[in-house]
């Protein structure tokens, strides 16, 4: 069985302060903020960073399997998990697979990482929708998390390891969602409870029983689950001390879905010490349950951003871009050609830049070239190139403009000449940026984004933001 | 390895160029036949004598049928071709050198460009299936990029750099209000340029050139043939065209405050003319002049003045109609809008009308005085990847 030897979490950098749906709308709205995914973001592009942020944490641990779980797919028929593969330039013979649609497909996705006999990257992404007004608009929250399961060893030794896991099954119609659908529809609040809170005792006490342990034990009880009094029951149902009961991020970031119990998870092993038991219990057509044990490697294996400073960070949406960016708002276009979709050849061909990031250096004369290219900027040599990943290094914004004329769902349009550390140039989109704080010299690293959508295609890119966490 | 050129080889004797602008009740086709008449009555030469036609178009059709379907012309020779913004002045060149080397005896270079038809701001996309990874910029934003580089460069504060940027595009518009042809014809207040919404970094849309229809044409004859034609034809001294290697995107050594490709294409041009001194012997420029900066920039690269004072001599009014050297007499790019295929050869009528002292309330004084010489250049791209063409013609073979 594996543990987790790397995790990570990625929070966008935007949230909605819910009052504004009220200040809007007349009603509704309510206390607090929820995370939202930018308009050049979806649950892959999420996935890549925090799988990023996870990988950074196991340099020498490549993973051999991708699982990607999420309820709101990019694509359907198309596997998603290739593009997180591509973007973490995994090496082709490591498996990458979907595991779509339910919000529970993310606790399918991290325990099947946690059984199998490789290591395994789980990713979690989710983006909640619901109508203007609704609860599910209020309450949710977009977010991803990712965790690397394996065996652990000196190098890579394991942060926190499964000490118990139980399920309890079952078929109900409390949460559903009809492929294409904006939001999704709920049971009344009170069969939810009701339906839930027999396979939460169960599953709790089933996991208990395994860990040889009793409620106290529990250093930290996080609790996932698209119903808040099932939730509560459930929390309740592990006999805890108050204390293991800490913030649910549901004030903050909001309900994130399949994201959720993940995100919990990293924000616990944030702080965890050595030894400390934290239960995860995932609501979603039945109870999910792991107890996970810290290690004392963990102190040094931590993401580098926590969880609690990404939601700190970040900057606010109106409420109406929001409408905008989730397709709800339908805002006049510019007098501009309509932009083009990628075509797939191209993009195939170009597989390792446009996902990857990997562009090329000389070996003559040792310049680097983003893209790459087969003849050598400087000293023209050809084809002694060879390939370099650039989407870990960090650059400078040489110059920069903001256009205010070119497409964008969310305009202007941000554009920096960025030079990077150790050599190579490149000019793309920034994003999560003020435009009235961008500057020369001003330190970026790189972010893996949805373009833009054409044609039903998506386009699937790298843009610079703000240095995080720095 | 050489550029040799062919100074003084080849000659216009006739020139076309319609009215510029949102020209709703004109086709292509209809455009087309417009200039070639007017050039073709300006040579007094009938469409039969023209022996081959270079067209030049980066919108507006395909083919050599672009053109002998309006024209009906009889079985004749029609290369049509694109190279970006420099299109017009392509045509033109390519059909000098067909009559320099001996190909045929008169030649018609003609452009055109439809842009209003497309119903959209700025140009319509084009280019071949992508992998989606180039940033999609607009033209403005590319070349917003030299304001802040230079700027910062030559230690010009940002307020005085909208200055200089403000007065070209009103010398511009000034000229061009003297322009029967020009799509604007009125003088715009600085305060207005100035204060106009923004559209790419510091520039605002008055910064930017229009976008309109158009079509010019010029008949080519070998230089000794010249004067059958006329008794003032323009004789072709230098042309120059050089694509770069597009590195400045991914070159950190790029600075965005220089067009390297024009400083190459203007020191070929020169060096064809035998000008040592362009500033000295020109008596006017027409230069592309697509966003404000441009220009500015151009003015070094092209030698008019000197690195990191481009900025001063246009506030000080060197370029001027009144001015040392008169850059943009016929009112730019900015008073023309930049019909692609069109704008080279538009350049070169303005020429063409300069040099004959036929350019009404516009003609420059320095012609009177004996300035012979008039170069003509255009860009295509953007800052660190363009495309670039410099011609010098002059009223007298030397």
Known sequence: MNGIVAYGAYVPYFHLDRKAIGEALGSGGGKGTRAVASYDEDTTSMGVEAARAALRGAPRCAPAAVYFATAAPAYLDKTNATAIHAALALDESAMAFDMLGSIRSAAGALRAATDASRSTLAVLSDIRTGLPGGTDEREGGDAGAAFLLAAGDADTPLLAEPVAAASVTAEFLERWRVPGEPASRQWEERFGEHAYAPLAEAAIASALKQAGVTGPALASVLVAGSHGRANKRAAAAAGAKPAALGDDLTGSVGNTGAAHAGLLLADALDRAQADDLMMVVSLADGCDVTIWRATAALARGRQRVPVAAQVAAGGTVPYATFLTWRGFLKREPPRRPDPQPPAAPPALRAEAWKFGFTGSRCQACGTRHLPPTRVCLKCRAVDRMTPERMADVPATIATYTVDRLAYSLSPPVVVGVLDFEGGGRFTCELTDVDPAAVRIGNRVEMTFRRLMTAHEVHNYFWKARPLRGA | ?398
């Open chain 2, 1 to 398: 390895m050489a550029s040799n050129g062919i100074r003084d080889r080849v000659a216009i004797v006739g020139m076309g160029c319609t009215t510029f602008g949102e020209r709703w009740d004109k086709s292509v086709s209809d455009l087309l036949v417009e200039s070639s008449q007017d050039a073709l009555n300006s040579a007094s030469v009938p469409i039969d004598a023209v022996d081959a036609f270079w067209l030049g178009t980066l919108f507006s059709g395909q083919s050599g049928l672009t053109l002998s379907r309006p024209l009906k012309l009889d079985y004749k020779p029609v290369s049509r071709l694109e190279n970006y913004c420099a299109t017009g002045s392509e045509a033109f060149r390519n059909a000098c050198y067909a009559v320099a080397c001996g190909a045929y005896d008169i030649a018609m270079a003609i452009g055109v460009e439809k842009l209003k038809d497309s119903g959209i701001s700025g140009l319509p996309s084009i280019g071949a299936p992508e992998d989606g990874t180039r940033a999609g910029l607009t033209a403005p934003a590319t070349f917003s990029l030299l304001a802040p580089a230079y700027a910062k460069k030559y230690g010009v504060d940002e307020a005085t750099f909208k200055e200089a940027m403000t007065r070209i595009a009103w010398k511009n518009h000034k000229n061009g209000a003297l322009n029967p042809r020009a799509q604007f014809r009125k003088e715009v207040a600085k305060d207005v340029i100035a204060c106009s919404p923004q559209v790419a970094g510091a520039l605002g849309i008055f910064d930017c050139s229009g976008v309109s229809d158009g079509s010019a044409a010029a008949i080519i004859v070998r230089a000794e043939d010249a004067y059958k034609y006329t008794d003032k034809p323009l004789f072709v001294k230098a042309l120059s065209f050089i694509a770069g290697p597009a590195t400045g995107p991914i070159d950190p050594d790029y600075d965005y405050t220089t067009f390297p490709e024009v400083v190459a294409s203007a020191a070929d041009a020169y060096a064809q003319a035998g000008i040592k001194d362009p500033r000295a012997e020109l008596a006017m420029a027409e230069v592309h002049d697509c966003f404000t900066p441009t220009e500015l920039v151009l003015m070094e690269d092209l030698g008019f003045a000197q690195r990191g004072t481009a900025w001063k001599e246009v506030l000080n009014g060197t370029f001027d109609l009144e001015g040392e050297l008169a850059v943009n007499p016929d009112g730019g790019l900015k008073s023309f809008g930049h019909p692609i295929g069109a704008s080279g050869l538009r350049m070169l009528f303005e020429a063409w009308l300069q040099l004959r002292g036929e350019a009404g309330t516009r003609q420059i004084a320095s012609v009177a005085r004996g300035r012979k010489l008039a170069l003509t250049h255009n860009l295509g791209g953007a800052p660190g990847e363009c495309v670039s063409f410099v011609s010098v013609v002059g009223s007298e073979r030397s």
